[in-house]
């Protein structure tokens, strides 16, 4: 098996390794439930962010979606025949 020609040094097996070290995690809070979030996150709770409901966005998409479906059934569908009253 190979082998490293020089021993590493610890400083430089610790300059290597500096960004392995663990970071802390800010938490802030919701303005509108109080829930803790992320920064510059929506609230998983209730999904404001910044003072705007973006939780309603999931539910235009489903409109969006549901008038696609009608055409298609419009289209299946035959026409219904007239039929004319004879007097």
Known sequence: MPHPKKRTSKSAKNERRSHHSLKEIFIAVCE?????IKPHHA???????NG???SKKEV???????????KETKSKKEEPVKEEKEK
């Open 43 to 49: 609230c998983t709770a209730c999904g404001f962010y």
């Open 60 to 70: 235009k998409v489903e409109k969006k979606v549901a008038p696609k479906a009608k």
């Open 52 to 54: 705007k409901d973006f």
């Open 32 to 36: 509108k439930c109080g829930g803790a």
